[in-house]
């Protein structure tokens, strides 16, 4: 009796890994449709495995990648609900293996910013039901799959990224995707050095794994290095000659490299393995215009798709950029304004905003501009230190002043500003005549650089401005004073010589303050001084003949 228990337990336990390998094994061709990017293909595969197989938790996990994987599409928010949901799914589908599932559900609470806590915990939990022969400290891809959570998307930490990485590949140094992983973690934490080893220790492990070729293709075209770029892509080729992301990055680097006759058949190779329908041809046109930046063949596929299925008000997004790119400002504002019609709140980017504002200024419409990049702040307030000086300068180029210096000032309040910002400042409240603006843009200046005269200058102007005409307090003394003060100070020849003329119009001011105080021979001695700093100042020279001086 006790035999035939223990070979019941020996069948259940081979029937258990046979179902696994199955389950691998069904859901592989589904794999590969993802990473060619043909998600649509992708999840008709996992939907008749998933129609036969209800329990298979890995069926429901790869169709969750399907959506995560694809969440930088248009429908980026629907498709992670859609992941969620899916692992999930998954994680109930069969409690007895479904550590990949629980893995998804991770990559969810990293993505939503959970308790790092709880995302420790649930990590433990699914690498603990990942420990099946031969890995008893837990399969190396439940920290493989982590590793995109952390490189990507809304909540990155390459530190984390690299460290699951290094898991992977402690656990399992013979397989070379887990170099591959870690490789990518080393080069987005900016370790490109470590990345190319990384992935020259893949390819010495399989000479047949074509992603090392398209991540060293990667470094050496963001480097600059297109030619190397190529080449490494095309050994990824000869391995993989149906591999879309290889396609993709040589596209990217030919167009970059300007090898034009080649980019049209490797756009068509690039269409047939990522799909055709809607879905991947929205996808193609983001990349056409994104990444080929083949802008005239982005709008014409865009209009195609816009034909077929109106509802892709999307596409208005990629002709807006692409017109824009292409000079036609016009066809950029009109795709422009159908696409905010048509979306709203999350559906929009913050291109979408700039492409808008910038087409708009192209054509002269400056309001339009204005109200496109203030909403754009409401939008996304993190972006207000960069909007608000565009708002500025648009308001000076239309020579509106007052508006300019309040969008500066608003600016400057808000995130600081460096030095020219602070004298731009200082000069629109000036051509403005906003004199009690201009003493606070230039205490502010004064604050930054309180070896300049300049800040100084401007204040005391504004002061005199300020002052009663008819009954003059002389308020400008004080500042006038300081600004002398400060100028005497400079020791180099060329900032001496630019002082005199503020000096100059300094010592004519003290002079008519000690005029008009009765005090005529230091009213003549600061006329002479003025003078004597700019011999082209004509009122000083005038007020000394008067006072009986040379």
């Known amino acids: 009796m006790k035999k035939v228990q223990i070979l019941a337990v020996a069948c259940l336990a081979s029937l258990s890994l046979n179902v696994q390998a199955q389950v691998l094994s069904s859901s592989k061709e589904c794999e590969k449709l993802i990473n060619n990017e043909d998600f649509g293909g992708a999840r008709k595969c996992l939907d008749a495995i998933i129609a036969k197989e209800p329990t298979n938790s890995d069926a429901y996990f790869w169709m969750g990648e399907s959506y995560y994987r694809d969440s930088t599409s248009e429908n980026a928010k629907g498709n992670m609900a859609k992941a969620a949901d899916f692992y999930n799914k998954g994680v109930g589908a069969n409690p007895d293996y479904n550590w990949r599932s629980q893995i998804g559900v991770v990559k969810m609470m990293i993505q939503e910013k959970q308790n790092q806590q709880l995302i420790s915990k649930a990590i433990d939990k699914a690498v603990r039901a990942s420990r099946k022969k031969p890995y008893k400290e837990g399969h190396p891809d ?168 109106p509802t892709r008000k999307n596409m208005y997004r990629w002709m807006a950029w692409s017109n824009y790119e292409n000079g036609k400002y016009e066809a950029a504002l009109e795709a422009s304004d159908k696409l905010f019609k048509a979306l709203s709140g999350d559906d929009l980017a913050n291109y979408d905003y700039t492409y808008f504002a910038r087409a708009a200024e192209q054509l002269g419409k400056i309001d339009t501009a204005i109200r496109v990049y203030q909403d754009y702040i409401k939008f996304d307030s993190t972006q207000k230190c960069d909007v608000l000086p565009k708002i500025a300068n648009i308001y000076i180029k239309a020579n509106r002043v007052k508006e300019a210096g309040a969008a500066l000032n608003d600016k400057l309040a808000k995130c600081g500003g460096n030095n020219s910002d602070y004298y731009a400042a200082m000069q629109l409240a000036y051509k403005a005549d906003m004199h009690k603006e201009l003493v606070q843009a230039a205490d502010r200046y004064i604050e930054k650089l309180p070896n300049d005269v300049d800040g100084y200058f401007y204040k005391a102007k504004a002061l005199q401005q300020m002052d009663d005409e008819n009954n003059p307090r002389y308020d400008a003394r004080t500042t006038y004073e300081k600004l002398v003060e400060v100028a005497l100070k400079a020791t180099d020849e060329k900032t001496k010589t630019r002082n005199n003329y503020f000096l100059s119009r300094a010592y004519s001011y003290l002079g008519y303050c000690m005029g008009a105080q009765g005090n005529l021979p230091v009213a003549k001695e600061n006329f002479q001084k003025a003078v004597a700093a700019d011999p082209s100042n004509a009122d000083a020279a005038k007020k000394v003949q008067e006072l009986g001086g040379n």
């Open 142 to 309: 439940a920290y493989y799959l982590l590793v995109d959570a952390y490189l990507y998307g809304k909540n990155t930490n390459f530190t984390e990224g690299v460290a699951n990485a290094k898991r992977a590949r402690e656990i399992e140094p013979a397989g070379a995707k887990y170099w591959v992983k870690e490789g990518d973690a080393q080069r987005l934490a900016g370790s490109a050095g470590p990345a190319m080893s990384a992935y020259e220790s893949a390819a010495s492990i399989d000479k047949k794994e074509a992603d090392v070729y398209l991540k060293m293709g990667n470094i050496w075209g963001r480097a600059g290095q297109f030619k190397l770029a190529i080449e490494k892509l095309e050994e990824g080729l000869a391995i993989a000659p149906d591999y879309a992301p290889l396609y993709k990055a040589q596209i990217e680097f030919c167009m970059a490299n300007k090898e034009y006759p080649r980019v049209t058949k490797l756009l068509e190779k690039y269409v047939t393995l990522a799909g055709k329908d809607y879905d991947a041809r929205a996808r193609y046109v983001k990349f056409l215009c994104y990444q080929a930046k083949a802008y005239d063949k982005a709008v014409e596929e865009a209009q195609k798709l816009l034909t077929e299925d």
